[in-house]
């Protein structure tokens, strides 16, 4: 997921809508003081249809029935009110330790902390995950087509798809994974898609377009087949993740015989490779190892730093000299991200195979071999097993710190400032294993939140997911692409409106329930009992056969007229969406 400017405002807007309808709606379902609380669970389903959670008795949207004087006691003694993971109780937070009369203050701040969450996610993935999985994949001397597909579509898609995996995990929250991976499809392939054909018209390239569209379909129509069922066993989580092995083993071989008939032994890089950034994009992204940390301005002549000196220039995450000559928002915008970077800093290496060095930073990465570890064991299982006592003596963590200080004193004495060492490929994975906790963690934080204003606001999670989640995850590739698109590559971020979400729903759904099965339950629940989750399937599917038939009419021409029909298209769909949300519109049986 790229990560734009303008993105958290728009869920801001939201969010503060909601804030200001949900608390006004909720007040006036308040039930007065001596109304005996329903005891029958089960009986009451939640806007927009999702089922409750059976056997556990009262189904948790019902707190804002009873009275407030009853929330706390609600919230604290209902099994269904307990959230999954995370560091933080969100439900007992709004509910037991705000009064009554502050819920809007609540809901205004679990909505900013929602827009840092989303930065969080951006920051990490744009500027650690994404460069230590080039790295890998360079080391690995994997081809463009091959890391495209698979490491380069992680980096992009990995805050769709942790937050997929977080979502799984309960089937409360399922919900969200399904809103979130189809709402983010429907969106990229309208909005975004029908954004480029206004920005730029453009000759669409015939095949590329036609394979990733037809994959697609197939894919949807797997889910909409799981969810038809209501579950999802082994065989068909295995075969999301099949599929998505045999869509990058047709990349590849039509990249081969593409330029087989070109009769070129290496041809450039063509829309086939949608998720190749072009060198532009690069260079201004790559923040970690570019001039956002202060490597644009060099020294003609090499000098010898001290260790001190190599330590405080990489650990700033500002560039005065790009400070002074950049906008008031990106200042703005940019004093947010400071201390995300910074801690990313402190606990992620990150390794750039088109530097000199490597970007070693001897000092740093050091301290990576101390810090990085105990990221990944304090914030799995949200510091479960970091915390737990061997012998019931020594905390893991404390032996985790132990190792890794003897590893960093060991590595520091036997390396030098200047020339990096045989193994730093190692600090990659490393690097590449401590952003993806971090990811994790954010996501677990974002699904808890999101499920707490769902409940707060009676939505159900699969709105919460075609909306917020979906926009706060698509909101800056929705940038990138354009930018693309402006600069002269529509073709290019055309084919990536596509090649992405094939990843984000086959992984995603794929991983997402693979991880929850175990070998006395290889079945997931998905229960889908919503009309919404129905019609969200529909519109996906409708909008990809909309451009399956249409764009081959138009004999690969795309112009405005084709951006204006997708963007009205979803515009609908929205509408649609939300007037069944509300109960406007209803079927008594699907």
Not at 60 to 82: A, G, T
Not at 114 to 136: D, R, W
Not at 549 to 573: D, E, H, S, W
Request: charged share 15%; net charge neutral; hydrophobic share 50%.
């Amino acid at each position: 997921m790229g990560q734009g400017a303008m993105g958290p405002a728009g869920v801001l807007s939201l969010a503060g809508v909601l804030s200001l309808a949900g608390v006004l709606v909720g007040d006036s379902g308040t039930q007065p003081a001596g109304t005996p609380l329903p005891l029958a669970p089960g009986d009451t389903v939640p806007p927009g249809g999702d089922a409750p959670s059976h056997g556990r008795g009262l189904d948790c949207w019902e707190v804002r029935k009873h009275n407030s004087s009853d929330w706390c006691r609600f919230v604290r003694s209902n099994p269904d009110c307990q959230l999954e993971g995370g560091f933080l109780n969100y439900l007992e937070g709004v509910f037991c330790v705000f009064p009554p009369r502050l819920l809007p203050l609540a809901v205004t701040l679990y909505a900013l902390w929602l827009l840092y969450l989303f930065i969080i996610l951006g920051v990490t993935a744009e500027k650690f995950f994404c460069p230590n999985l080039s790295a890998i994949s360079t080391n690995l001397k994997l081809s463009h087509n091959v890391a495209g597909v698979t490491f380069l579509a992680f980096g992009n898609g990995a805050p769709d798809v942790f937050s997929a995996v977080v979502a799984f995990s309960d089937p409360r929250t399922a919900g969200l994974a399904i809103g979130a991976v189809f709402g983010a499809g429907v969106f990229v392939t309208t909005v975004v898609a029908g954004g480029i054909a206004l920005v730029k018209p453009f000759t669409a390239a015939s095949r590329p377009f036609l394979r990733d569209v037809i994959f697609y379909m197939v894919a949807v129509f797997l889910t909409f087949v799981v969810l038809y069922f209501g579950r999802i066993t082994l065989g068909e989580a295995l075969g999301y993740l099949g599929l998505y092995v045999f869509y990058v083993f047709t990349v590849v071989l039509c990249t081969w015989i593409h330029r087989r008939q070109r009769g070129e032994g290496l041809a450039p890089a063509g829309p086939w490779e949608p998720e190749m950034p072009t060198d532009a994009e690069e260079q201004e992204s790559s923040g970690a190892n570019s001039g956002d940390y202060g490597e644009e301005y060099r020294p003609l002549l090499p000098s010898r730093e001290t260790s001190l000196r190599i330590l405080t220039t990489a650990l700033s995450p500002l560039d005065y000299r790009k400070w002074r000559r950049k906008p008031w928002y990106w200042r703005l915008f940019k004093v947010f991200k400071v201390p995300v970077e910074l801690v990313l800093l402190l606990t992620v290496p990150v390794v750039d195979p088109d530097k000199d060095d490597l970007n070693w930073k001897r000092p740093l990465n050091c301290l990576h071999i101390l810090t990085s570890p105990l990221v990944c064991i304090l914030t799995l299982k949200s510091g479960a097993y970091g915390l737990y006592l061997i012998q019931g003596i020594f905390p893991v963590w404390g032996l985790v710190t132990l190792v890794g200080s003897v590893l960093a004193i060991i590595i520091f004495i036997t390396t030098s400032n200047e020339e990096p060492p045989k193994y730093h490929c190692v600090f990659a994975f490393l690097g590449f294993l401590a952003s993806a906790m971090w990811i994790n963690a954010a996501a677990t934080e974002l699904v808890n939140i999101l499920r707490t204003l769902g409940i707060i606001f009676q939505l159900s999670n699969t709105v919460l997911g075609l909306t917020l989640l979906a926009w706060g995850n698509s909101i800056g590739d929705t940038f990138s692409d354009l930018t693309m698109a402006r600069q002269g590559y529509p073709r290019m971020a055309f084919s990536a409106c596509f090649g992405g979400i094939i990843f984000n729903i086959l992984v995603g759904v794929g991983l997402g329930c693979l991880l929850q099965m175990t070998s006395s339950q290889l079945v997931v629940k998905l229960e889908p009992d919503s009309l919404l989750v129905w019609i969200l399937a529909g519109a996906l599917g409708l909008s990809l056969v909309f451009s399956f038939v249409l764009v081959p009419a138009q004999c690969f021409q795309l112009g405005k007229a084709y951006g204006i029909c997708l963007i009205l298209y979803y515009l609908a769909f929205l509408c649609v969406a939300l007037l069944t949300e509300f109960r406007v519109i209803r079927l008594s049986a699907i």
